[in-house]
């Protein structure tokens, strides 16, 4: 009990001493239905503030936000809820600190799922600077095409550039799909506890029952019919998706 006080402590300090108070809760925001929650959350009503929060995050929410929510359902004793809140702070602001507080308030509340390590940091950096790199591949893609045709009017008998602008194009188009971030970084939070079975139907073999706040991998990224399939042990796994966070 004293170890998980002192982390949730960490956790607390963390995001909302250093990050969440710098950052913007969205610009579609209302402002005064914003100081509102936050003086629900300041005078202790952690469960209003959470509505409060929640029927903001509708009208483009940014980092800011979903920090404010994760707060308050922390304080609600809602860690499942929590995190789901922290994870969609991280999709709006891609950055390690966040995958560390993530990490944090998992162990204090021993949910699976969450440990931070190098691939983490990797998707990351990758989610980051994604678009710069995206950007930047087009700008040397234009450079060569420009140079490939000043060459060919000056040399229209040599064309050996055509070959490599193509594999260039070839490649880059590879990379772009295999390392977005939505393919490599697809992963979901169960909502609730939640029976993970062997194949999408109820008649499939029950193969164990995950903790709420507990993230998987996507096996594949589309639904088949209310089963979602994830990964679990190197195997492939099912789960409802009513049992999910959206």
Same mark, same amino acid.
């Given at each position: 009990?004293?170890?998980?006080?002192?982390?949730?402590?960490?956790?607390?300090?963390?995001?909302?001493?250093?990050?969440?108070?710098? $950052?913007? %809760?969205?610009?579609? /925001?209302?402002?005064?239905?914003?100081?509102? +929650?936050?003086?629900?959350?300041?005078?202790? $009503?952690?469960?209003?503030?959470?509505?409060?929060?929640? &029927?903001?995050?509708?009208?483009?929410?940014?980092?800011?936000?979903?920090?404010?929510? %994760?707060?308050?359902?922390?304080?609600?004793?809602?860690?499942?809820?929590? *995190?789901?809140?922290?994870?969609?702070?991280?999709?709006?602001?891609?950055?390690?600190?966040?995958?560390?507080?993530?990490?944090?308030?998992?162990?204090?509340?021993?949910?699976?799922?969450?440990?931070?390590?190098?691939?983490?940091?990797?998707?990351?950096?990758?989610?980051?600077?994604?678009?710069?790199? @995206?950007?930047?591949?087009?700008?040397?893609?234009?450079?060569? #095409?420009?140079?490939?045709?000043?060459?060919?009017?000056?040399?229209?008998?040599?064309?050996?550039? &055509?070959? %490599?602008?193509?594999?260039? /194009?070839? *490649?880059? +188009?590879? /990379?772009?799909?295999?390392?977005?971030?939505?393919?490599?970084?697809?992963?979901?939070? @169960?909502?609730?506890?939640?029976?993970?079975?062997?194949?999408?139907? #109820?008649?499939?073999?029950?193969?164990?029952?995950? @903790?709420?706040?507990?993230?998987?991998?996507?096996?594949?990224?589309?639904?088949?019919?209310?089963?979602?399939?994830?990964?679990?042990?190197?195997?492939?796994?099912?789960?409802?998706?009513?049992?999910?966070?959206?």
């Amino acid at each position: 009990m004293q170890m998980r006080k002192k982390i949730r402590r960490k956790w607390l300090i963390g995001v909302l001493g250093g990050v969440m108070l710098s $950052l913007s %809760a969205g610009a579609g /925001v209302p402002v005064k239905a914003l100081a509102s +929650a936050d003086s629900l959350l300041r005078a202790g $009503l952690p469960t209003q503030a959470a509505a409060a929060y929640t &029927a903001l995050t509708g009208a483009q929410p940014a980092a800011g936000l979903w920090f404010r929510l %994760a707060f308050a359902h922390e304080q609600q004793g809602n860690p499942a809820s929590a *995190l789901w809140a922290l994870r969609q702070a991280y999709e709006a602001y891609p950055d390690r600190a966040i995958l560390r507080q993530m990490d944090a308030l998992a162990v204090a509340y021993r949910i699976p799922g969450h440990e931070y390590g190098d691939r983490r940091f990797f998707l990351t950096l990758l989610r980051r600077y994604y678009q710069r790199l @995206v950007e930047t591949g087009l700008f040397v893609g234009v450079l060569l #095409a420009t140079f490939l045709v000043l060459r060919l009017r000056r040399y229209p008998l040599r064309r050996p550039w &055509a070959g %490599a602008l193509l594999a260039y /194009v070839a *490649l880059g +188009a590879l /990379v772009v799909n295999l390392l977005s971030p939505d393919r490599l970084n697809r992963e979901v939070i @169960v909502r609730r506890p939640a029976a993970l079975m062997s194949g999408p139907g #109820a008649g499939a073999r029950w193969l164990t029952t995950l @903790v709420p706040g507990q993230q998987l991998p996507l096996a594949e990224p589309t639904r088949r019919d209310v089963w979602q399939a994830v990964k679990w042990q190197n195997r492939r796994a099912w789960l409802r998706t009513g049992d999910l966070f959206p």
